[in-house]
């Protein structure tokens, strides 16, 4: 089967075609940092680093770009409720999403660029839409730029909407020197207090859809395969997006791929309603990788409705995978990766980045090499273990990878060695058959977070998970 997507713009499946062959390009909206990520926030980087790997590991040249909005309204409030500049309010904040990328183990984009560093991009991009007649300057010389949704016939095709169904675009104040009340805000004229730039129609700050079409072409070019984000951003945002960049002449994105939200009973999760769940509070709950697999298991454009038990399921299911790699390398020494990945396992990605289907594989590939350990066929269950490991690479959940292995090393040689004189004194006293003794070591283990597993080549030890 061939890659296919579900498009956003022409409601349906499209089998993949590159611009270029060979390479793939994909944009995606990073965060706005005006406040720490949520694990919604986290979903959409989750999902889409999942894509960047099968893009990849199909052989594509993968040119990542997602950006930060480091300058709007909201991050402007939060900087004036605290006293601080706007910048420390983005700085702060931008590296808090990069610490939980990191940590649930998204690959770095190839370049994350900000808003804030492309204001001569996007005075050229606001030029060429003015040279056109798309764009106006305010008559009242305030510094507002604005785009003619009049202008654009194609206005709307996105989000499949009727432009003479809108209401006012809200993102300038009421009464500003708009010609129709649907247009939008290419660029803010300056207010007191806030930070501006200088342009040709006066100073002021950038629009937000302004700074996607600007960031997206320059590393990108004029055309380029994917735009991804949130299904949230379809209206306004990524229609604003395509209709200005269309405008001016760019052909911008080819396919429009879009998650769905993260719901907590029922309602979106977002900082405003107060429902959001921040990523170290979830790591108390789990470990990264299993918060990973919580956040991928869905299909990406599902909603997915939160719940404590809903993430110790997923964390359960991850530690099944674990703990074959596990016992398969105890029983067969290391093991590595194979060639390919299974077809089954290809097909479900390459139907629209089929994650559930493809972690069915997975685990059917666990079963079956839980039963070839179980029958002492050593071979065979390292054969299903490196099989196993091109997977899980693929998804970013192989729990041998330095990713996830890693951890503290210093820290986990010290325990390992603990643990281990635990266990010689317990197999002592059950070798003088003192099996109270036994039991009660067994017993402080367990208490100090330490499960024994008694298995035909020895006691194992793991750590307790949730």
Same mark, same amino acid.
């Given at each position: ?185 290419? +660029? ?12 040709? +129609? ?201 990713? +996830? ?62």
């Amino acid at each position: 089967m061939s890659l296919r997507f579900y498009d956003t713009s022409a409601r349906q499946v499209r089998e993949f075609t590159p611009i270029r062959e060979g390479c793939a390009s994909l944009y995606l909206c990073g965060a706005t940092v005006q406040a720490p990520p949520h694990i919604g926030h986290i979903r959409s980087g989750v999902n889409f680093d999942i894509l960047r790997r099968w893009l990849t590991h199909l052989g594509y040249e993968v040119t990542f770009c997602r950006n930060v909005t480091d300058i709007d309204d909201k991050i402007i409030k939060v900087a004036a409720d605290e006293g601080v500049p706007w910048w420390q309010v983005s700085e702060r904040n931008q590296r808090a999403f990069t610490w939980a990328y990191d940590s649930l183990g998204c690959l770095p984009p190839t370049v994350e660029p900000r808003a804030t560093g492309h204001v001569p991009e996007m005075i050229e991009l606001m030029q060429r839409l003015i040279d056109v007649g798309h764009a106006y300057p305010s008559e009242d010389g305030c510094g507002d730029v604005y785009f003619n949704v009049g202008s654009y016939s194609a206005y709307g095709e996105l989000s499949n909407q009727r432009p003479d169904q809108l209401v006012e675009a809200a993102d300038t104040d009421s009464g500003r020197d708009k010609r129709d009340p649907r247009d939008f805000a290419l +660029w803010k004229g300056a207010k007191p207090g806030e930070p501006t730039w200088d342009t040709p +129609w006066g100073r002021g700050r950038p629009g937000w859809h302004l700074e996607c079409s600007a960031m997206a072409t320059k590393y990108l070019g004029p055309s380029f395969d994917i735009h991804g984000g949130g299904l949230d951003l379809v209206f306004p945002h990524h229609e604003n997006e395509q209709a200005q960049s269309r405008a001016a002449g760019d052909g911008f994105a080819r396919y429009w791929l879009h998650n769905g939200m993260l719901a907590v009973g029922g309602e979106k999760m977002s900082k405003s309603v107060g429902n959001s769940l921040r990523i170290p509070q979830m790591l108390e709950k789990v470990r990264a990788v299993e918060l990973r697999y919580y956040l991928g298991q869905a299909h990406y454009r599902s909603t997915i409705d939160y719940s404590d038990a809903a993430l110790q399921e997923a964390a359960s299911a991850y530690q099944r995978i674990e703990g074959f790699l596990t016992r398969a390398v105890e029983v067969s020494g290391p093991v590595g990766h194979a060639l390919d990945v299974p077809a089954e396992f290809a097909e479900a990605l390459n139907d629209d980045l089929g994650v559930s289907q493809a972690l069915a594989v997975v685990h059917g590939y666990v079963r079956e090499g839980n039963t070839a350990l179980a029958s002492g066929s050593k071979e065979r269950a390292a054969e299903l273990a490196t099989e196993l490991r091109t997977m899980l690479d693929v998804l970013g959940l192989d729990p041998l990878s330095p990713q +996830w292995a890693s951890g503290d090393q210093g820290l986990s040689e010290v325990v390992d060695a603990l643990v281990a004189v635990a266990l010689e004194q317990r197999q002592a006293a059950r070798g003088r058959k003192d099996y109270a003794a036994a039991d009660a070591i067994r017993d402080q283990l367990i208490e100090a977070g330490v499960v024994v597993e008694d298995t035909p080549q020895g006691p194992r030890w793991d750590l307790r998970r949730g």
